[in-house]
């Protein structure tokens, strides 16, 4: 059976209990900060200075 691909490929990582990373959406290219501090966290999209989504285009999945 072949592998599925993955739709959701975190790209960097920082922090154990309390961290950061930058998830990337492989359809859409859309990138977003995920954040969390113990049992709770949040996610939203990065946007560059004209407040449109950071699109990170030929994600190389793992």
């Given at each position: 059976?072949?592998?599925?691909?993955?739709?959701?490929?975190?790209?960097?990582?920082?922090?154990?209990?309390?961290?950061?990373?930058?998830?990337?959406?492989?359809?859409?290219?859309?990138?977003?900060?995920?954040?969390?501090?113990g049992n709770s966290?949040?996610?939203?999209?990065?946007?560059d200075e004209n407040?449109?989504?950071?699109v990170t285009k030929?994600?190389?999945?793992?």
């Amino acid at each position: 059976m072949a592998k599925k691909a993955k739709r959701f490929v975190w790209v960097e990582e920082e922090g154990v209990f309390k961290g950061t990373a930058i998830i990337v959406d492989t359809m859409t290219g859309v990138n977003y900060l995920f954040a969390q501090a113990g049992n709770s966290g949040g996610i939203t999209p990065l946007l560059d200075e004209n407040g449109n989504p950071i699109v990170t285009k030929n994600i190389v999945q793992k």
